[in-house]
C-alpha cells in the first residue's frame, strides 16, 4: 500500500516525487526565427488516404528568406522519423509533400535548416481521420469493480482538514485559505481555497495540478473564479506546502525519481491510487462549505491536471461539468500498440519494464478508460503540435465521451494553453450554472 513507499528524506511530504514540468511555447516565443506553416487544409484535418502539403516560408528577424534549403523528416505522432527529404525555398516559399495515412493518426512534420551558421527547426503535425482514433489500452473487466471497493475503503476515513487565512491571496472580492486536506496512511494534500465574498450560494471547482513536485504556482492567475462568484480549490497532491521553498522542494524531487512509476507492480499499490481517491476527498470539503449553492460543482485543470479533472469527475456523480486541457495518463500503454501513448510516456524507450503487472496496473488508471464513463458535461481543448500530451491521445479520451461534450481545437499550440483559453473555460462553466 501508499505507506510502504514512505521516505524518511521526505520528513513531512507524503510520497515526494519528481517529474519535469514541460513549459514549451511556440509561435514564437523571444525568437528570432518565424516559421509559417500553412497546410492545404485550413483546419490541418485531412481523411485517411487524402494527400497532405504544406507551404513553408521562414522568416530572421522579420525578414523573409527569399532562397535556400530547408531539410526535414516526417514520422507518426511522437514516434521515429520514418521519411527524409528536402524542399527548395523559391520566391520566399517552399512546398512539401507529407504524403497521407492508411489509418487513423497523425503525422509530424519536423523543418530545419542553416543560415549563418545556426540552425532553425519547427515543427508541424497533421490529422488523418482522428475521430476515428481509439485507445490501445486495453479497459479490466473489473474496472468499475475495483473502484467502487476503493471508494468504500477511502470512505471509511473521515473527513479532516485544517485550514489557516492566507491574507497573501485575499483581495477584496475573495478570501483565501490554505487547506490541509488530511487522507488515509498518513499522507495529505495542501490546497488555496478562494471563496467570493458576501452572503450567496456559490458553485465550486476543483483545480488539481499539472505533473512535478512543486508549489502552486501564481494561485491568482485564475483569480477571476472568485472574484466573479466562484468557490474554487487550486491544489497539489504530494503533500508539500505550497510556501515551502523552492530549493527544498528541488532537492527532494531530484532525490525521489518519479512517482508516475511508483508501485506499478499491482493496481492497489500504484501510486496513483491515493492522487485519484485523494482529488475526489477535494470534493467532499467544497460540498460540505456552508456557502456552497448545494447544486454546481464542476472539475477543471491541464496536462495531469486535466487528467485529474477527468477521473475526479468520472469516481464521483456529483461534480455537474468538468473542463480538460489535453489530458495526460492517456492511453499509456500505448507505445506497445505502435503508436504514441500519453504522458508520462511509459514503454517508450524501454519495452522491457512492460511486464504484465504493469500493463494491467495502468489500465486500472488510464483516463481513456474514465473519459467513457464521465456523466456531466465536459470541455476539452488541445493543441495538435503537443509532444507531451500527444494529439493522438487526447482525441482518443474525447472520442470515447458520450456525454455532452464541446472541443476546441488549438492546432498550433505546443503543450501550453493561453490566457484567453483558460478564461474561456470559466465563461463555459458559467454556462453550466443551474
Known amino acids: ?74 514520422g507518426d505522432d511522437n514516434l521515429p522519423d520514418d521519411t527524409t527529404g528536402s524542399a527548395e525555398i523559391k520566391d520566399g516559399k517552399a512546398v512539401v509533400n507529407m504524403g497521407t495515412m492508411t489509418r487513423p493518426g497523425f503525422r509530424d512534420l519536423r523543418l530545419s535548416l542553416e543560415k549563418d551558421g545556426r540552425r532553425f527547426s519547427h515543427h508541424i503535425k497533421l490529422g488523418f481521420s482522428p475521430d476515428s482514433l481509439r485507445s490501445y489500452t486495453g479497459c479490466p473487466a473489473d474496472f468499475d469493480q475495483f473502484w467502487a471497493r476503493a471508494l ?5 476515513f473521515p473527513l479532516r482538514y485544517s485550514v489557516e487565512d492566507s491574507p497573501r491571496y485575499t483581495t477584496d472580492k475573495m478570501t483565501c485559505q490554505l487547506v ?5 496512511d498518513s499522507c495529505s494534500m495542501y490546497g488555496y481555497l478562494f471563496i467570493p465574498r458576501g452572503d450567496g450560494k456559490f458553485p465550486a471547482v476543483f483545480c488539481p495540478p499539472g505533473a512535478g513536485v512543486k508549489t502552486i504556482k501564481d494561485p491568482l492567475y485564475h483569480r477571476y473564479y472568485g472574484e466573479g462568484g466562484m468557490i474554487r480549490a487550486e491544489v497539489e497532491i504530494h503533500g508539500v506546502h505550497p510556501e515551502m521553498p523552492e530549493d527544498s522542494i528541488a532537492d527532494i524531487r531530484r532525490e ?41 460543482l464542476f472539475t477543471q485543470g491541464g496536462s495531469q491536471g486535466g487528467a485529474l479533472a477527468i477521473t475526479t469527475a468520472a469516481l464521483d456523480p456529483r461534480v455537474t461539468a468538468c473542463c480538460a486541457n489535453h489530458p495526460a495518463l492517456a492511453d ?38 474514465f473519459a467513457s464513463r464521465l456523466r456531466c458535461p465536459t470541455r476539452m481543448t488541445w493543441g495538435f503540435n503537443d509532444n507531451t500530451c500527444p494529439p493522438t491521445t487526447s482525441y482518443e479520451v474525447y472520442n470515447v465521451i458520450t456525454a455532452p461534450k464541446h472541443a476546441l481545437i488549438t492546432p498550433i499550440n505546443e503543450h501550453w494553453t493561453s490566457p484567453d483559453t483558460e478564461r474561456a473555460h470559466y465563461e463555459w462553466l458559467r454556462t453550466q450554472v443551474k
Open 1 to 74: 500500500m501508499i505507506g510502504k513507499f514512505l521516505n524518511a528524506a521526505a520528513a513531512a511530504v507524503c510520497l515526494l516525487a519528481g517529474a519535469a514540468s514541460v513549459n514549451a511555447e511556440n509561435y514564437p516565443y523571444r525568437s528570432d526565427a518565424l516559421w509559417i506553416t500553412v497546410p492545404n487544409h485550413d483546419n490541418w484535418l485531412y481523411a485517411t488516404g487524402d494527400t497532405a502539403t504544406v507551404e513553408v516560408e521562414f522568416l530572421l528577424y522579420g525578414t523573409p528568406l527569399r532562397e535556400g534549403t530547408i531539410s526535414y523528416t516526417i
Open 332 to 369: 499509456m500503454n500505448g507505445y506497445l500498440g505502435d503508436k504514441t501513448g500519453g504522458y508520462p510516456h511509459h514503454f517508450r524507450k524501454n519495452r522491457d519494464e512492460a511486464t504484465p503487472e504493469a500493463i494491467r496496473t495502468l489500465e486500472y488508471y488510464d483516463v481513456v478508460n
Open 180 to 184: 490541509k486536506l488530511e487522507l488515509p
Open 152 to 156: 468504500e475503503e477511502d470512505a471509511r
Open 256 to 296: 525521489m525519481g518519479n512517482y508516475l512509476d511508483f508501485g506499478l507492480d499491482s493496481p492497489e499499490n500504484y501510486y496513483m491510487r491515493h492522487v485519484y481517491l485523494g482529488c475526489r476527498r477535494w470534493l467532499d470539503l467544497l460540498t460540505q462549505l456552508p456557502q456552497w449553492d448545494g447544486r454546481n
